[in-house]
């Protein structure tokens, strides 16, 4: 299926000219790329119909009517996690919120098509993601409360810490897969592979292109799954690149793949074929899960200053959970009673977090000391113990 | 892609005694090291069939095998990014990089990822990763290749940083540095890999000094020479050439740079009342300003004149046609210790 020459010739049909917008298209606000371009994978269209796919079909086919159901489930409730969040910024429980809104289906596709031995490599916004490997939204609030950096057991939930430093994951998990073929734990179904997330904006970090290299001199069983949000803080897709982002991994000699990144179904089918491939020995492989960030960079930005909101409405038609609905509902594959059980789902979950997020405790002062080294280190022990004592010096430190 | 090993351990000798030069000593070391724990593995640029372009690890591919010695893509990012990750993983990365002014590129990864992960995940991820930087100048060469970077990365909390002197630490020190569950930058005096005056007999079943920890190397009563790597045997030569003139300086090699261990420093200051820190990196917010910052903190009243420093300069590696004038050498220290004598 992937043969490197397959993908190091250039297509019959270049997409390149795909994303180039039109004046038209540019005076209305309305990028080209709105549009995935012809080699778009979609296995569900913005209508919420199936489209049939000959390569990827066999990737999804078991995916039932209750599976289909879970992953609507599984984008409604991380969105609210999302606008919970969002939420409890504003009102000043959160010192920042990174929104995932409009990258549900990228992340819960990619995420469900994991295996629990397979390890992920995250950015900062894949908290859909962290959904999908067991890391719960609470443990997610410590980075944004500031009450810690990384609050969840990485080995444990083969989640990495976020890595706030833009592309620097990448190459971290290209060692880490590598470290997976030396540990002789790929070339059957029965092997591991890695996927590493990361954004448009991220494309032109040199640990990035690194990342590709190694992991492709080293045949890495390395998953590269970016999401092409269309935005970097301000910056268009066309400040990072020429042609489509996935037609990048030609150049490195590995398979590269534009999937509808607000299909959870198409993700989901393409992510599981990539880390397959992985799996097998014939990794790595480059997704570009082609979305749209709905929402802010962050809660500290403002996208009013730079983007029309033709282009928000033109993408809300294609909003990755109402597809999923319209799916379910136009097929009979889910009533009402689902709708209304997840619907309070969310509520009970977002409660959940609320309480939670209001009653966390700030850390003690000498966490600051805490866990810097493994072994110690004399003079940060010297060094707390004469801050804390100049601490102790206070009238009532001891109530403290 | 990986060959089976081969004769682990192969070729480290019958007599635990053996004359070795610092980069004998170092490679020794490494496979000694390797030997031990099999998550070892060794990366770098050229460090495979080459053996280093210094021949550090010459003949470790061979006898170990390509999924141990792994000669890396030509980018130092991604040794140190992918180390990080291999580290993750389970595996103690021990990468090479092949001279201090490359180490740049990877600067980003050692003081994001690598410094930082075992704070940032209070401990639940631990990244024994050992870099090797072959550092400092004397070698006539051309521009980036004769720095003395490293107070930079002492100066990022959650490395540790060290610097050998001579053979015999050379073969404990990167073995305690592999065995470290926190990532060491690991600074080698490259002048000295093959010089044969500093050979040195090395006793594989010797019991080491710990690898935190400075030593006493001479002792002295009228001041006190402060130094590590290169510039060590520099002082050594200056205090024999001092002894001959009867003035009798004490010279200590401080070996770890982070965390610094100063009680050696403290007590010989305040026996001697005099100290130079010697180092080849430029002075300003050094290792040698932070050692002047601490002892007049802590030997105030002891101190019969201010710390002085003898250094490099602040200004860019000069054309090594000038290097002789740039880098600290006997009549510098004896000058010092003349003006500290006469404060």
């Known amino acids: 299926m992937s043969s490197a020459e397959q993908w190091t010739q250039p297509g019959e049909n270049p997409a390149a000219t795909a994303a180039k917008p039109t004046p038209e298209q540019v005076i209305a606000g309305l990028r080209a790329t709105s549009e995935g371009g012809t080699e778009l994978v979609q296995l569900l269209n913005p209508e919420g119909e199936r489209i049939a796919s000959p390569q990827f079909d066999r990737y999804v086919e078991d995916v039932d009517a209750e599976q289909l159901r879970g992953l609507y489930r599984d984008m409604t409730m991380v969105r609210r996690v999302d606008r919970e969040a969002n939420s409890l910024q504003r009102q000043g429980q959160l010192g920042i919120w990174v929104p995932l809104l409009g990258q549900e289906a990228a992340q819960i596709g990619a995420g469900r098509a994991m295996r629990p031995s397979d390890m992920a490599f995250p950015s900062y916004r894949e908290h859909g993601i962290a959904w999908c490997r067991g890391v719960t939204p609470q443990e997610l609030l410590g980075i944004f409360r500031c009450t810690d950096h990384s609050g969840w057991d990485s080995s444990a939930t083969r989640f990495h810490p976020y890595t706030i430093v833009i592309g620097n994951q990448v190459l971290n998990a290209a060692g880490y897969a590598m470290g997976q073929r030396l540990d002789g734990r790929v070339g059957d179904d029965g092997g591991e592979a890695t996927i590493c997330f990361f954004g448009d904006g991220a494309t032109s970090q040199g640990d990035v292109h690194e990342g590709f290299v190694w992991a492709s001199v080293y045949d890495a069983p390395l998953v590269f799954f970016c999401q092409n949000n269309q935005w970097a803080i301000s910056e268009p897709t066309e400040r990072q690149s020429r042609l489509p982002l996935y037609q990048r991994a030609r150049g490195y000699g590995f398979p590269g793949i534009r999937v509808d990144g607000n299909d959870v179904l198409g993700c989901l089918a393409v992510t599981r074929w990539a880390l397959e491939e992985c799996r097998l020995g014939n990794g790595p492989v480059l997704i570009e899960a082609f979305t749209y960030r709905m929402d802010a960079h962050t809660t500290t930005d403002d996208p009013t200053r730079y983007r029309l909101s033709d282009e928000l409405e033109a993408w809300k038609l294609k909003d990755p959970i109402e597809r999923a609905r319209v799916h379910l509902s136009r097929n009979g594959l889910a009533d009402n009673d689902f709708f209304e059980q997840v619907a309070s789902d969310t509520d009970e979950l977002a409660a959940e977090l609320r309480d939670f997020c209001v009653n966390m405790p700030d850390p003690p002062p000498d966490r600051i000391f805490s866990q810097v080294y493994a072994d110690p280190s004399s003079v940060l022990d010297a060094e707390r113990d004469e801050f804390l004592s100049y601490l102790d010096g206070f009238v009532g430190a001891g109530e403290r | ?343």
């Open chain 2, 1 to 343: 892609m990986m060959a089976a090993p081969a004769k682990a351990g192969a070729d480290i000798g019958s007599s635990s005694v053996q004359n070795l030069t610092l980069g004998k000593a170092l490679n020794l070391g490494l496979r000694t090291a390797m030997a031990a724990d099999p998550k070892v593995i060794v990366m770098g640029e050229d460090v495979g069939k080459l053996g280093g372009v210094f021949r550090i690890t010459d003949g470790l591919q061979k006898d170990f095998g390509e999924h141990r010695v792994l000669d890396t893509p030509l980018a130092e990012s991604g040794i140190v990014g992918t180390a990080v990750g291999l580290a993750v993983r389970g595996f103690r990365p021990v990468c090479e990089i092949q001279f201090e002014g490359f180490i740049f590129p990877g600067f980003d990864q050692i003081s994001s990822q690598l410094a930082k992960l075992h704070y940032r995940t209070q401990g639940r991820v631990k990244v024994p990763v050992v870099i090797r930087v072959p550092f400092g100048g004397g070698i006539g060469a051309v521009e980036h290749h004769s720095e003395s970077p490293e107070s930079l990365f002492a100066h990022i909390a959650g490395l540790k940083v060290v610097s050998c002197s001579n053979p015999v630490d050379a073969y404990w020190m990167i073995q305690q540095a592999i065995t470290s569950d926190d990532p060491v930058l690991f600074f080698e005096p490259k002048r000295l890999y093959h010089s044969s005056n500093l050979k040195a007999p090395v006793d594989t079943a010797a019991v080491p000094d710990p690898l935190f920890a400075s030593r006493v190397v001479r002792n002295g009563n009228v001041a006190t020479l402060a130094a590590y790597g290169p510039s060590v045997k520099v002082c050594m030569d200056a205090a024999t050439a001092a002894a001959e003139e009867g003035t009798s300086l004490e010279v200590i090699d401080l070996r770890t740079l982070s965390p610094l261990d100063l009680a050696p420093v403290f007590d010989s200051v305040r026996r001697t009342g005099r100290l130079i820190v010697v180092s080849e990196a430029p002075p300003e917010s050094s290792i040698t300003s932070e050692i002047a910052a601490r002892v007049q903190q802590e030997c105030f009243y002891s101190l019969e004149a201010p710390v002085l420093r003898v250094t490099g300069f602040d200004t860019p590696y000069p054309p090594t046609k000038l290097e002789e004038h740039y880098l600290p050498d006997l009549d510098r220290i004896l000058h010092a210790v003349d003006r500290s004598r006469a404060w």
